[in-house]
Each structure stands twice: as structure tokens, then as C-alpha cells.
């Protein structure tokens, strides 16, 4: 992912993003972002905080940043997706049932998506659960290689992936910020303090 390598320091493959605008004829059209520069400023916009990894060993040290910056380390996480656990086993996390007495949702999702900034999930992560009744608190495990361009491609890959069990409950995560961050724009919506630990994988 070009955006990622650059600011992270991996290598970089000149392209012809790095051609300023203003060297550029006002007739052309603008150059389209790539999808994951596009997805890094709409999901900071929207008020996500996100943690690039090269490996899994930067993932798990970047959860224990996590927990230790929120407190987090004797409280309650809330966790559906069994793979997850197994992932993070030697967290030895106190897992919950209850959604009531948990301090974060620790969950993957099914596409990042650019254009927007959002996060695709369905079922498979949230059960029939709506975002309300979830802990305020997100933390979102997932891959570069789940970077999509928008909601269109995202919903063509859950129904390619899952052709004969199609998950339900499928719905966005978009707006990150606390109540007091937040304005009449997105009234009614659910806003989450959301950390999205992103694992280079391609």
C-alpha cells in the first residue's frame, strides 16, 4: 500500500501521484487518490485513530498500548469472533457475555472503505446486535487487504466470500468522534471511540 509504506518508511514506487496540482493543466482532471491514502484521511476526518503494523508482533504491542493508555487492563472486553480469540490468546483478556459490563468491543469488520472512511461489518462480527447496545469503546483488528473503494465493492465481496450464507445485520461504522466532538451533522448516529490496528498484508 503506497500511502502506508511512505509514511512508515517501507519502500515506495514513484508514481504519478507524487505530480503537483499546480504543475498540472487546470483541464485535466484531478488524480485520483489510491484507495488507502483516500481511506487514511476520511477515517481520520471522521475521527478514527488508527495503528499501522508491518506484523503481528507490532499488532499485539500496539494493543497493549491500547489498554494500558485507556486503563483498560482489568476490565471487561467484549468478544464475538472466535478466530479473534485464538489470535490474541496470550492477552489472557477478561472476556464478557454482556455487552452491559464490558469497557470495549474488540471485533474485526469486513471491508475498509475508502471513499468514505467507514467500516463495513455484518453479522459475522456484531451478531444481531445494533451499534447502540455495543461498549462506546471499539477496537477493530484488520487488513490492508480489506481496503475497498466504496460501499458497492464492499457489499460485491461479502456476497462473493459468503455465496451461500449470505451474513445479515450489515451496516457502516463512520463516525468516530465523542458526543462532544460531534454536531447536528450526525445526530442520531452512533458514535464510537474507535482504534482500527491495521495489518499490512499485501
Given at each position: 500500500?503506497?500511502?502506508?509504506?511512505?509514511?512508515?518508511?517501507?519502500?515506495?514506487k514513484?508514481?504519478?501521484?507524487?505530480?503537483?496540482?499546480?504543475?498540472?493543466?487546470?483541464?485535466?482532471?484531478?488524480?485520483?487518490l489510491?484507495v488507502?491514502?483516500?481511506?487514511?484521511?476520511?477515517?481520520?476526518?471522521?475521527?478514527?485513530?488508527?495503528?499501522?503494523?508491518e506484523?503481528?508482533?507490532?499488532?499485539?504491542?500496539?494493543?497493549?498500548?491500547?489498554?494500558?493508555?485507556n486503563?483498560?487492563?482489568?476490565?471487561?472486553?467484549?468478544?464475538l469472533?472466535?478466530n479473534?480469540?485464538?489470535?490474541?490468546?496470550?492477552?489472557?483478556?477478561?472476556?464478557?457475555?454482556?455487552?452491559s459490563?464490558?469497557?470495549?468491543?474488540?471485533?474485526?469488520?469486513?471491508?475498509?472503505?475508502?471513499?468514505?472512511?467507514?467500516?463495513?461489518?455484518s453479522?459475522?462480527?456484531?451478531?444481531?446486535k445494533?451499534?447502540?447496545?455495543?461498549?462506546?469503546?471499539f477496537?477493530?483488528?484488520a487488513?490492508?487487504?480489506?481496503?475497498?473503494?466504496?460501499?458497492?465493492?464492499g457489499?460485491?465481496?461479502?456476497?462473493?466470500?459468503?455465496?451461500?450464507?449470505?451474513?445479515?445485520?450489515?451496516?457502516?461504522?463512520?463516525?468516530f468522534?465523542?458526543d462532544?466532538?460531534?454536531?447536528?451533522?450526525?445526530?442520531g448516529?452512533?458514535?464510537?471511540?474507535?482504534?482500527?490496528?491495521?495489518?499490512?498484508?499485501?
Amino acid at each position: 500500500m503506497s500511502l502506508f509504506r511512505k509514511i512508515f518508511g517501507g519502500k515506495s514506487k514513484n508514481s504519478e501521484e507524487n505530480v503537483p496540482n499546480d504543475e498540472r493543466s487546470k483541464y485535466m482532471p484531478d488524480i485520483k487518490l489510491p484507495v488507502d491514502e483516500q481511506f487514511t484521511i476520511n477515517f481520520k476526518a471522521n475521527g478514527g485513530k488508527f495503528l499501522y503494523c508491518e506484523s503481528i508482533e507490532e499488532i499485539y504491542n500496539s494493543l497493549e498500548n491500547i489498554i494500558e493508555e485507556n486503563h483498560w487492563g482489568d476490565k471487561k472486553v467484549f468478544i464475538l469472533n472466535d478466530n479473534l480469540k485464538d489470535l490474541f490468546k496470550g492477552f489472557d483478556l477478561s472476556i464478557s457475555k454482556k455487552t452491559s459490563e464490558s469497557s470495549y468491543f474488540f471485533t474485526t469488520c469486513e471491508y475498509l472503505i475508502s471513499d468514505d472512511g467507514s467500516l463495513l461489518i455484518s453479522s459475522n462480527q456484531i451478531a444481531e446486535k445494533k451499534l447502540q447496545e455495543l461498549p462506546p469503546n471499539f477496537v477493530v483488528y484488520a487488513t490492508t487487504s480489506q481496503l475497498v473503494e466504496n460501499i458497492g465493492d464492499g457489499l460485491k465481496g461479502i456476497k462473493n466470500k459468503n455465496r451461500n450464507n449470505i451474513p445479515t445485520n450489515i451496516t457502516t461504522i463512520k463516525h468516530f468522534k465523542t458526543d462532544e466532538d460531534s454536531n447536528f451533522m450526525n445526530y442520531g448516529s452512533s458514535a464510537k471511540n474507535l482504534y482500527l490496528l491495521l495489518l499490512e498484508d499485501l
